[in-house]
């Protein structure tokens, strides 16, 4: 088994900055690819940046330039620093991992979900 836990949401006013934090922990063999993902309320759950084992990062086109994600695989851990935060960003939060088991098969986890919540 593998737990996902996220720290770092809260209520931050229009143009703060939040830093997410999410480490992996468990039977782990190693980790692909990780990411973070938003759902607002009455909104689909949407991609809002990924990072894989290389470093290599995705962003979604309304975070680009304000947020930052990157990872220390030594501690299987990926960080997502929010900055210049809009009303628009509001949502739960989740951590998402393509783990290796000890099986050397694929599983994808999530963690349990942080609100961010920017106010006007």
């Known amino acids: 088994q593998v737990q996902l836990v996220e720290s770092g949401g809260g209520l931050v006013q229009a143009g703060g900055s939040l830093r997410l934090s999410c480490a992996a922990s468990?039977?782990?063999?190693?980790?692909?690819?990780m990411g973070w993902y938003r759902q607002a309320p009455g909104k689909q759950r949407e991609l809002v940046a990924a990072?894989?084992?290389?470093?290599?990062?995705n962003y979604a086109d309304s975070v680009k330039g304000r947020f930052t994600i990157s990872r220390d695989n030594a501690k299987n851990t990926v960080y997502l620093q929010m900055n210049s935060l809009k009303p628009e960003d509001t949502a739960v939060y989740y951590c998402n991992a393509e783990v290796y088991g000890l099986d050397f098969n694929p599983h994808d986890y999530w963690g349990q979900g942080t609100q961010v919540t920017v106010s006007s």
């Open positions: 990072i894989t084992s290389g470093g290599s990062t």
């Open positions: 468990g039977s782990i063999f190693s980790i692909n690819a």
